[in-house]
């Protein structure tokens, strides 16, 4: 089970802070993935993280503005700074088994309830 917080109304310009809390992985190594829905567009990949938490990757418009970051093995973390009106919508985390983390939605069989983050003035 993956649960999202930290989603809000923010200024542009703004951050927030995004937490991903997992359960249910006892023992078994995951990868994690931030998603965004924005209104009228499909769900695409914002930033993963593999499963030690030294890799990351990152989608163009959000790299030096966004950091993901686990704390131990279970809370994932999206720091946003910068914010920007773009970057509303829902935010969702999803999990995978194994070591890597990729951009692709398939590859993730957990999913969270999603976040609502709305950048406006």
């Known amino acids: 089970q993956l649960v999202e917080s930290g989603g809000g109304l923010v200024q542009p310009g703004g951050s927030l802070k995004l937490s991903c809390t997992a359960s249910?992985?006892?023992?078994?190594?995951?990868?994690v993935g931030w998603f965004r829905q924005s209104p009228g567009k499909e769900r695409g990949p914002i930033a993963c993280?593999?499963?030690?938490?030294?890799?990351r990757d990152y989608i163009d418009s959000v790299k030096g503005r966004f950091t993901v970051f686990r704390d131990g093995k279970d809370t994932i973390y999206l720091q946003m700074n910068s914010l920007k009106p773009e970057d509303t919508g829902v935010y969702y985390c999803?999990?995978?088994?194994?070591?890597?983390?990729?951009?692709?939605?398939?590859?993730?069989?957990?999913w969270g309830q999603g976040t609502q983050v709305t950048v406006s003035s």
């Open positions: 999803a999990a995978r088994r194994g070591s890597s983390c990729y951009s692709a939605r398939s590859y993730y069989n957990w």
């Open positions: 993280i593999n499963s030690v938490g030294d890799g």
């Open positions: 249910g992985f006892t023992g078994d190594e995951f990868a």
